[in-house]
């Protein structure tokens, strides 16, 4: 099974600051590398798929990048609806799999 | 508009049954891949199952397989999920999801349905 590894698992940040949450692979997940926002109650909303694409209107604050095993969603400016937790989620090969998630709090 | 709505969860005894369902609409629900993801109260997500557009094909987490079964009704544009021999770690929210008609990636998650497995 691909293992997903999020890092951080928390970070603290203020409106405004640039957040960057790394997801590592255990194995090549080429392209099939997607990022989710959770709200507390909420189902996952999809933010980005492919690695960089950006879901129909989701802000363009948010982007995606990394190959292979090594994978970053960026948040620029963040702004208050940001506070959430996100996961990665690799759908290369069966078992689909998920990070841990991120949960970015309020500084 | 995309919908998916599920229902069927509620309190089970250990080694019980349920059978979940989650109604589509807003789309050609027979094109589409259909999985289940599960979140455990408190924890993170974890994919169950995935069921291919015709049915024929179907993959299972190890957690669940030989419990639970996938199916779906393509002519009621439904997706089902049967939970046999229920364990109390089977405690979650599930929800049904929407594999997008271009990638491999879930594009659309339902609200979830909560499943509590006590004695």
């Known amino acids: 099974d691909i293992q997903m590894t999020q890092s951080p698992s928390s970070v603290s940040a203020s409106v405004g600051d640039r957040v960057t949450i790394t997801c590592r692979a255990t194995e090549d997940v080429s392209i099939w590398l997607a990022w989710y926002q959770q709200k507390p109650g909420k189902a996952p909303k999809l933010l980005i798929y492919?690695?960089?694409s950006l879901q129909s209107g989701v802000p363009s604050r948010f982007s995606g990048s990394g190959s292979g095993t090594e994978f970053t969603l960026t948040i620029d400016s963040l702004q208050p609806e940001d506070f959430a937790t996100y996961y990665c989620h690799q759908a290369k090969t069966f078992p689909r799999t998920f990070g841990q998630g991120t949960k970015v709090e309020i500084k | 508009e995309v919908q998916l709505v599920e229902s069927g969860g509620g309190l089970e005894q250990p080694g019980g049954s349920l059978r979940l369902s989650c109604a589509a609409s807003g789309f050609t629900f027979f094109t589409y891949e259909m999985n289940w993801v599960r979140q455990a109260p408190g924890r993170g997500l974890e994919w169950i199952s995935h069921?291919?557009?015709?049915?024929?094909?179907?993959q299972y987490a190890d957690s669940v397989r030989g419990r639970f079964t996938i199916s779906r009704d393509n002519a009621r544009d439904s997706l089902f999920l049967q939970l046999d021999s229920l364990k109390t770690e089977d405690t979650a929210v599930y929800y049904c999801a929407r594999l997008s008609g271009s990638g491999r990636h879930i594009d659309y998650w339902g609200q979830g349905t909560l499943v509590t497995v006590s004695s």
């Open positions: 492919a690695v960089s």
């Open positions: 069921i291919s557009s015709s049915g024929r094909t179907i």
